[in-house]
């Protein structure tokens, strides 16, 4: 098979084209196993978790629910594996005694790694398409430093998010920095794809009408390369998100969800659902800002590919 | 105008295999070796920020001064990465199968797969800390294993579903079974997307693994030595169990990128790129 | 059946051309040769090659898989260099008149960019030229309107049939107004009822604007058709081993296609294409070889 882009978005149907479900009925199904997981959730609870008493009263009627489950599983404790409603109840409750409710930090908070996360991408990016770039001019410079841009993503980021930090100083632009890190690595990685995978008669049609390189660059390399590229920020995006949060943690910057972390794990014991609670948050998240690249991606390329892929 | 142009060499036929090899490998052995000293003599001439990034001779002696903690983190934190990259893989390639096999399955999964892998899944270590206890190794394999499970699965599908539809009619023709076709066709097919994800894998289990260390673990365990030590300033101890790290990584890689050229010989990405 | 071959010993370019005799010839080429790779791997994609277009010609190349065809066309367009000998367009070395843009080119695939619409992608030669944005957009719809497409001018290549794609391909290569035209088995990936009513529409063309091709095919009959000249090449290594004039009317309709002449002129190409056969393997038997090896009954 030629050379098939490892585009996540691409048909993943393509050799087996007995498409079952219509886009409605995939939707339903997503749904099914989304409800299906919080559902084993309870069930697990229900079955070897601590006993449940709910007294509680709803549109005015009384339940006194009480069940003890008949095994014990310390994964399923409440401490370990909070009832789901405490952890949605958990939105609703003050942060801090007499502050704003839990939701309002979060989105406050999210909205904090969301700019570092945000510039992280951007540096990263830019930096992972120049060298992509740069790597595509000058063999000789690929040559020479891929092995190291491949090394620099086995460091793990935690060690260096410390001396970052210190040295920049505790700043969301410093954690910018480190989520800049983690994210360049998979766009020059797609660049040095991207860059070179346009038809070769093409680069032949570039060659007879006399283009210079600079030419061949905006009007055929990166034009070509978008596709790799956007499938690369999607994975960046996640990264970045990831990375925002982690370097937010040696610094101990309390405004942003990392903060939020080392917090509720610190106090995990008199509230474990404030953890799962900010967890969630940072789960929606890494999904808003995968999906924000999604929608730049259909932007940018409109008109561009047949209507009929996924 | 007469143009005799020599033809250009295709390859190594001229030069022995091991000349060209050493020729395409020396620029980057060029940079370590220029980096390595202009590391160690600028330091000495700016005296910049020693205590922060110190010289390799001062690393290197703290490796040796060190190599008692820092080999038994190695192991630790190293069985915690394989650990979790073998039982994370093995479970998104059986998942891929799973999801291959039965259609409506796939659309529905791998949707959400592939939203999960966006998912900070590190920052549920806290949570396995307390799952499985801070001091145990399965904790963090958990986590790495989470990680690797995602970029595993949706990848292996991929393989196993992006065939050729030309190849596929060529079984039908043949009229071999659904057993022959996966036997046949789709696995071949889906190892390089498998050793693609793999790769990636291999890195992101170190990450994985010391990362998860430093919501809690035992003090020899890497993760948790570099961020020590690192905090009372020791940042030599700390450099040098980070390269400790880093190489863990690289060597795992190389060990699957080796694993990979013994059973895909034939795969393009073996070949030079074009244009 | 009259002899109408030349042989392959006699210089290229001889017999009534159709054109009128222009100063020089469009493409000039003398004892060109291409050699791929070294030493004992070497492969001899071209060797000996003389071959001289006059203007307004249309020459096709023809000869089996190996012959060196494309290698040929690409070596008059300077996209490889030639390594003995050489090649000279307009007058100049090849190099010199590909950096001047003095041809356009077309390929077997119609290579437009995904992401441009139609009209952009007929600009883009002119836009690499540096022409300013309203001559290139006027110059654009004059070639769509050329190759009868106009109509699809803001459309995206993926919404138009494979044969209109290349219609757009020739469009493209002319929005230069070049002296030569090069085209490699343009058709090739068309259907045969596409293919003859593209040859159809190309020779419309041709006759409007007046340009050289230079055109590699593996088709006889299209090549018959569409030719003044029929190039017949051989491999192991390339060379030229005749070269036929088509000496067929103009202007080329469906009525062509059936007339006797045509037939008689499609025979002759396809017994120059045996008459390699015989030939083979090995490069250098000579015609008395070549001649026993038939008297032998080994033909």
Request: glycine content about 8%; charged content about 15%.
């Amino acid at each position: 098979m030629a050379a098939a882009p490892a585009i996540a978005s691409a048909t993943l149907l393509r050799g087996d084209v007995r498409s079952g479900l219509s886009r409605r009925g995939r939707a339903a199904a997503i749904a099914v196993i989304v409800v299906g997981f919080l559902v084993l959730w309870e069930v697990v609870k229900w079955v070897g978790g601590d006993p449940w008493r709910i007294h509680a009263s709803i549109l005015g009627f009384a339940i006194n629910y009480e069940h003890f489950p008949p095994l014990k599983w310390a994964i399923a404790s409440d401490l370990a594996l909070p009832h789901l409603w405490s952890i949605i109840g958990a939105y609703g409750q003050p942060a801090v005694r007499f502050g704003p409710p839990v939701w309002q930090v979060l989105i406050g908070a999210s909205l904090f790694t969301l700019r570092e996360a945000f510039v992280g991408l951007v540096i990263g990016a830019a930096l992972g398409l120049l060298l992509g770039i740069v790597f595509v001019r000058f063999r000789v410079l690929e040559r020479a430093f891929v092995p190291y841009v491949v090394a620099s993503q086995t460091i793990p980021l935690i060690t260096i998010a410390p001396i970052v930090v210190i040295y920049l100083g505790a700043r969301w632009t410093s954690v910018a920095l480190i989520a800049a890190y983690l994210t360049f690595f998979p766009v020059t990685v797609a660049a040095l794809r991207g860059l070179r995978a346009a038809d070769p008669r093409a680069f032949e049609l570039m060659r007879a009408t006399a283009a210079s390189e600079t030419q061949v660059l905006w009007k055929l390399r990166l034009p070509a390369a978008t596709p790799y590229l956007f499938s690369a920020l999607r994975v960046s995006a996640s990264a970045s998100v990831v990375g925002a949060i982690i370097g937010e943690l040696p610094s101990g910057i309390p405004d942003g969800l990392g903060g939020q972390i080392l917090q509720d794990v610190q106090y995990y014991i008199t509230g474990p659902e404030r953890l799962w609670a900010t967890l969630a948050a940072a789960a929606v998240l890494g999904m808003v800002f995968v999906g924000l690249v999604g929608l730049a991606d259909r932007l940018v390329n409109r008109g561009r590919h047949q209507p009929a892929r996924t | 105008m007469t143009t005799a142009q020599p033809a250009a060499p295709a390859g190594p036929a001229l030069v022995g295999p091991w000349a060209s090899r050493l020729r395409e490998a020396l620029p980057s052995v060029a940079v370590f070796v220029g980096v390595l000293l202009a590391w160690e003599f600028s330091l000495r001439i700016l005296g910049v920020q020693q205590f922060l990034l110190p010289r390799p001779s001062v690393i290197l002696a703290a490796m040796v001064d060190q190599q008692a903690d820092l080999s038994r983190g190695a192991v630790y934190t190293a069985t915690e990465a394989l650990g979790g990259l073998v039982i994370g893989s093995f479970l998104g390639i059986c998942a891929a199968f799973a999801t291959a096999r039965w259609v409506s399955a796939r659309e529905a999964l791998l949707p959400v797969a592939i939203v999960a892998n966006s998912i900070p899944i590190i920052a549920l270590a806290p949570i396995t800390n307390i799952w499985f206890g801070s001091d145990n190794p399965m904790s963090r394999m958990a986590i790495v294993a989470v990680m690797v499970f995602f970029p595993l699965m949706i990848n292996t599908t991929r393989g196993l579903v992006e065939v050729d539809p030309a190849a596929l009619e060529l079984m039908d023709a043949n009229a071999a079974s659904t057993w022959q076709v996966i036997r046949k066709v789709r696995v071949p097919n889906a190892l390089p997307f498998v050793f693609t994800a793999f790769k990636v894998a291999t890195t992101i289990s170190v990450i994985g693994a010391v990362v998860g260390e430093y919501f809690g673990g035992p003090q020899y365990a890497l993760g948790v030595y570099i961020t020590s030590e690192a905090y009372v300033f020791r940042y030599m101890n700390a450099w040098a169990a980070i390269l400790i790290a880093s190489a863990m990584g690289i060597i795992f890689y190389l060990a699957v990128s080796g694993l990979e050229r013994l059973l895909l010989p034939w795969h393009s990405s073996r070949r030079q790129p074009a244009g | 059946m009259t002899e109408i071959r030349s042989s392959a010993t006699q210089p290229a370019g001889t017999g009534a051309a159709p054109a009128r005799s222009d100063a020089q010839p469009v493409v000039e080429i003398s004892g060109a040769g291409k050699i791929f790779g070294s030493g004992p791997t070497a492969v001899h994609a071209l060797q000996g090659i003389d071959l001289s277009i006059r203007a307004r010609e249309f020459v096709s190349l023809i000869g089996p898989s190996g012959c060196g065809k494309s290698t040929l066309l690409r070596l008059i367009g300077d996209l490889i260099p030639a390594s003995i000998g050489s090649v000279k367009v307009n007058g100049k070395p090849a190099r010199q008149a590909r950096m001047g843009r003095e041809y356009g080119i077309v390929f077997q695939a119609p290579v437009l960019f995904e992401w441009r619409t139609i009209d952009r992608n007929v600009e883009l030669p002119l836009e690499i030229s540096g022409r300013p944005a309203a001559e290139r957009r006027e110059r654009a719809l004059e070639m769509l309107r050329l190759v009868e497409l106009e109509e699809f001018a803001k459309k995206y290549p993926w919404q138009l049939s494979g044969g209109m794609q290349q219609r757009v391909a020739i469009a493209r290569a002319l929005v230069i107004d070049p002296k030569l035209l090069l085209m490699d088995e343009p058709f090739g990936a068309l259907d045969e009822m596409t293919r003859e009513r593209m040859n159809s529409e190309l020779m419309s063309i041709w006759r409007r604007t007046h340009t050289t091709v230079v055109f590699v095919t593996h088709s006889i009959p299209e090549a018959v058709f569409l030719s003044t000249r029929v190039v017949v090449m051989s491999a192991r290594p390339g060379r030229v081993t005749s070269v036929i004039d088509v000496d067929l009317p103009q202007p080329r309709t469906f009525e062509t296609r059936e007339s006797e002449r045509y037939f008689e002129l499609v025979t002759a190409v396809r017994e120059a294409l045996h008459q390699r056969d015989l030939d083979a393997p090995g490069a250098r038997e000579s015609n008395g070889d070549a001649a026993r090896i038939r008297a032998e009954g080994y033909a």
